[in-house]
């Protein structure tokens, strides 16, 4: 089960922190991911923490604005978002990165970037 939260309201260029607490397995054994789904748009991929811990991997239009980590004691990923734009509204979800190793999707968590 994956379950995320700390979505809400925040003005342009505020920040938020994103938490995905996961249980029924261990998010270490997994490449694990955020992703986001936008009204009218696909489901789309936005960063990547491999299993390792070692490496994170993030699309063009988040780098250098979030930032994906993880807890293993908490078994809780985490994803850090500054300097927010209207685009990135969205609903959030995490999940294992590999479809074939895809979770069932949690409720996401919502956020909205408005002045």
């Known amino acids: 089960q994956l379950v995320e939260s700390g979505g809400g309201l925040v003005q342009p260029g505020g920040s938020l922190r994103l938490s995905c607490a996961a249980s029924?397995?261990?998010?270490?054994?997994?490449?694990m991911g955020w992703f986001r789904h936008a009204p009218g748009k696909e489901r789309e991929w936005i960063a990547t923490?491999?299993?390792?811990?070692?490496?994170?991997k993030y699309a063009d239009f988040v780098k250098g604005r979030f930032t994906i980590s993880r807890e293993l004691v908490k078994n809780t990923l985490y994803l850090q978002m500054d300097r927010l734009e209207a685009d990135d509204t969205a609903v959030y979800y995490c999940?294992?990165?590999?479809?074939?190793?895809?979770?069932?999707w949690g409720q996401g968590t919502q956020v909205t970037v408005s002045s």
């Open positions: 923490i491999k299993s390792s811990g070692a490496l994170t």
């Open positions: 029924g397995f261990f998010i270490m054994n997994y490449d």
């Open positions: 999940n294992a990165v590999s479809s074939w190793q895809r979770k069932g």
